[in-house]
């Protein structure tokens, strides 16, 4: 049952919206009885489940994963010291912030999942619609409302989104899962590898500015993977509601409903062809537009978040400890706002402990002139107007919570999803993956190099990337091979992945048995460091690289395939046992998978 | 049940009451942090027994040596408390109703809560008088490995792992269910309400008539804070098996484990 949380020691902000419907927690808690005494079918059963935010878990049908939703990513101190006491109680003493704003409780009995709800229903937060064939988590550009290059905050528009459609009967049973994202600019959201990417612009129109959206439809990353195509030069804000509901409703009439493999609507448009689609779209929505029965708008929250910076803390002058340098550089970004930054904290595979949990939201009500933090777009979290001056003290905050790691906002800090720590399709642990090379990383303070920092690394643990390896400068995702009997983890290496204007998707270059990938990468920044050009970056040599625009000794992927193939030759068993098993596990490599849940 | 008053029948007691008993001395407190803990500070007229204290000869003969000596005769009422969520306290207060010394209670928040309550503390220790009791062993409420390895086959048994959960999904006893300590708490208690844990159990589908053994990782004090969250809500016939895990692999019983997943990896420890 709810149990009240004990009220904070400083006043903390509370959300404008609250998400949540506490009657939906009772309503599970019976299904699944039902469920257990078999007077519910399993696919009934899973169906109900996915729409309300609980995910299947690795080999077992015990526990769940609750995804709870955080729109737009904004995230409240209160609501953090909520997830972190229910991880403690109901899960495994940490959470996780994945790659689409959302925070994820892990192994979780699927008996104790209406007390989570429970608790998420005290604080205002919902796991529901967050799984399923249904619109997910919308997301917005962690830096929405800061960012130097954006033309307005989309935030408001992204929250009015998620409020509209949460719960809405438009979007309760579509073909197939269906994603917005907000963004600030073309550079900090994925806008265009998502079923709808929007950012926000503003036209002049009669002497007048009219606000309006760059609305991008029919990409994502999955099995197969597409870039989205631009509906116009410009959406007017009072059309961003009717080509939202005209979208969907072309996607539930004609997505393929058969085909689970290919269900998204990036298949859709991709069979249709983009200029039918498009046309689809543009009436359709004339049509929305003209037969509303009553007056369907967005309501969009314009009143300013109240900035206030804590009253503090930074009158020590005291030494400022070791490494704050390179924190200060690799994981902070100086916002619009003069005087104030947004600060990255450095996670490692977008977890963290119930303490540190604690420690973020004291860390917000501490230092936050705006009273919340933000999930981002890389398993993060974020901290806004963070005033300047009070940064050293800040860091040695995060130090004494285990999270002042530097190269948040480098290639120091890769993506990697679940993997198979818990998902039931993963042949590889790509989550620990991610750790182990991050780790090295740091070691080899690769954070600090600048010419590193806009290059990625993202990993997914099967061929449907979770973890974004499409859109990386180097991109993994895992499977196995083997030599004779004996099997090894073994990735699909891409390079050349971007998600900004120039969006496009990484090409394949080899595979690398899971025990060489640091060896692989460190020699693709050894061959880079020795051909690169005066004020190059890595990622726009391998960009020149898989385009055929490189003039030195690697002028293609096939060449990079060429000098790399030396090191991923496998090792007898007998060499070297290790090879042949996964990181996390001293067992013989295998695969095993269970059934997916994205399509159910 | 033997000598079940009202009052035996709550395992906890609330913060009034127990200052309201302070005052007209009719409780005995047990203070079951380290010595060096409680020589700065205690509730006052609590008497020190650390855990370790007890563990290092938990005998029932030299049990009732120690409650003698702590002044604690058969009908003087016991209240225990420590620092650590009360999984301490409960094992204290577990093994001095093993020796049949029924009237004991949790205190319902721990020493620090005391603290941050704004409540009264002291440096001073007691005089005790020591006291004379007696020994009726009350084996209802204690499991063996050997007791428990035929009662788990039973389908009106009920087997709970109160370890963390990847400890659990590591290893644990076969057909045991997992309740985390955690989970046995709430804001600023050391126990849930009585509302709310009724419907966890609910939940799981455990029914309160089913005989219910608990268990952890060593000495029995995780399971025996869930010992007494399931008496709080008056389920009659609760165990625990004191040993616990420990001596569960020790004598190489066999062990279940969650095959085919990483999932320590997940963990940000």
């Not at chain 1, 493999?261 to 689809?280: C, H, I, P, S, T």
């Not at chain 1, 600048?450 to 180097?474: F, V």
């Amino acid at each position: 049952m709810a149990q009240q949380l004990r009220p904070s020691k400083s006043a903390s902000k509370k959300p404008k919206v609250d998400w949540s419907r506490r009657e939906e927690a009772d309503n599970f808690a019976h299904t699944v009885k039902l469920y257990r005494q078999g007077k519910i079918d399993h696919d009934n059963f899973r169906r109900f489940r996915l729409q309300h935010g609980a995910y299947g878990t690795r080999m077992t049908d015990d526990y769940a994963m609750v995804r709870i939703k955080i729109p737009a990513g904004q995230i409240y101190p209160y609501q953090l010291e909520k997830i972190a006491q229910l991880s403690e109680m109901y899960s495994i003493g940490s959470a996780h912030v994945s790659t689409r704003e959302n925070i994820q409780l892990h192994w979780v009995v699927l008996e104790d999942v209406s007390e989570i709800m429970h608790g998420l229903a005290d604080v205002g937060l919902t796991s529901r619609e967050a799984c399923g064939n249904t619109v997910r988590n919308v997301m917005c550009s962690p830096l929405s409302g800061v960012c130097i290059d954006e033309e307005f905050d989309a935030t408001p528009y992204a929250i009015a989104t998620a409020k509209f459609l949460l719960r809405n009967p438009l979007n309760q049973a579509l073909p197939r899962k269906f994603k917005f994202n907000f963004s600030c600019c073309e550079n900090h959201g994925m806008t265009r590898i998502t079923d709808v990417g929007l950012i926000p612009q503003i036209r002049e129109l009669d002497g007048k500015n009219q606000r309006g959206f760059k609305i991008f439809l029919g990409g994502g990353l999955g099995n197969k993977s597409f870039v989205g195509h631009q509906l116009e030069d410009f959406t007017p804000e009072e059309d961003l509601l009717y080509t939202s509901i005209a979208v969907l409703q072309i996607f539930d009439r004609m997505g393929n409903r058969k085909n689970m493999a290919r269900n998204r609507m990036r298949y859709l448009v991709d069979e249709m062809g983009w200029d039918k689609f498009q046309n689809l779209v543009l009436k359709q929505r004339t049509i929305v537009r003209a037969t509303q029965s009553v007056i369907v708008r967005l309501n969009i929250n314009q009143k300013p978040n109240e900035i206030k910076r804590p009253i503090s803390v930074s009158n020590e002058n005291g030494s400022v400890s070791d490494g704050y340098a390179r924190w200060l550089k690799s994981t902070t970004y100086k916002q619009k706002q003069d005087g104030y930054r947004a600060v990255f904290v450095t996670l490692e595979s977008g977890d963290l402990t119930a303490n540190q949990l604690r420690a973020i939201a004291e860390i917000t009500k501490d230092f936050s002139a705006e009273g919340f933090a933000r999930n981002g777009f890389s398993q993060d979290i974020i901290l806004r107007y963070v005033h300047e001056s009070d940064l050293p003290k800040f860091y040695s905050r995060l130090l004494e919570a285990g999270l002042a790691n530097s190269g948040s906002l480098t290639m120091a800090s890769p993506v990697g999803c679940s993997g198979t720590s818990s998902c039931n399709l993963a042949l590889t642990n790509s989550h620990r993956l991610a750790k182990e090379i991050q780790r090295k990383f740091l070691e080899l303070k690769l954070d600090e190099d600048d010419d590193l920092r806009d290059a990625t690394i993202k990993i997914s643990g099967c061929p449907n990337s979770c973890g974004q390896h499409e859109i990386a400068t180097i991109g993994f995702f895992g499977g196995g091979a083997r030599v004779g009997k004996d099997m090894y983890p073994n990735y699909s290496m891409s390079l050349g992945g971007r998600f900004d204007d120039k969006a496009m998707l990484g090409v394949t270059c080899l595979r690398v048995p899971v025990k060489c990938t640091i060896p692989v990468i460190l020699k693709i920044i050894e061959l880079f460091k020795k051909n690169k050009q005066p004020h190059d970056t890595l990622s726009r040599w391998v960009d020149r690289i898989v385009h055929g625009n490189e003039s030195s000794e690697i002028k293609s992927v096939g060449d990079m395939k060429k000098i790399l193939s030396p090191l991923v030759i496998p090792p007898s068993k007998d060499d070297d046992p290790d090879f042949y098993s996964d990181y996390g596990s001293d067992t013989n490599y295998h695969t095993i998978t269970g059934k997916g849940e994205c399509a159910a | 049940m033997r000598g079940l008053s009202n009052e035996m029948a709550s395992t906890t007691m609330d913060v009034d009451t127990v200052r309201a008993k302070i005052n007209e001395d009719s409780v005995r407190l047990i203070d079951v942090r380290r010595e060096e803990d409680y020589n700065q500070g205690h509730i006052p007229n609590a008497v020190n027994l650390p855990l370790a204290s007890l563990l290092s000869d938990d005998s029932p003969e030299r049990v009732v040596k120690l409650a003698e000596d702590m002044g604690i005769a058969d009908d003087t009422k016991v209240v225990v408390y420590d620092d650590t969520f009360g999984a301490l306290a409960s094992r204290v207060a577990w093994t001095l109703q093993y020796i049949g010394h029924n009237n004991v209670a949790l205190l319902e928040v721990t020493y620090s809560q005391w603290r941050e309550l704004g409540l009264k503390t002291s440096t001073e220790k007691p005089n005790i008088k020591p006291a004379k009791h007696s020994l009726n062993l009350n084996p209802n409420i204690l499991a063996t490995a050997e007791y428990l390895e035929n009662a788990k086959e039973s389908d009106s048994v009920v087997l709970i792992d109160n370890r963390e959960r990847l400890n659990f999904l590591e290893q644990h006893i076969p057909g045991s269910i997992n309740i985390p300590y955690r989970t046995l708490a709430t804001d600023g208690k050391i126990l849930r309400t009585k509302e709310s844990m009724r419907n966890l159990l609910q939940n799981r589908g455990i029914p309160e008539d089913a005989e219910i053994i608990t268990y952890c990782g060593s000495v029995g004090t995780l399971s025996g804070l869930a010992y007494y969250a399931l008496k709080s809500i008056g389920i009659p016939n609760v165990k625990l098996y004191v040993n616990s895990f420990k001596e569960w692999k020790k004598l190489e019983k066999p062990i279940d484990k969650q095959e085919n997943a990483a999932y320590w990896d997940l963990s940000a420890e």
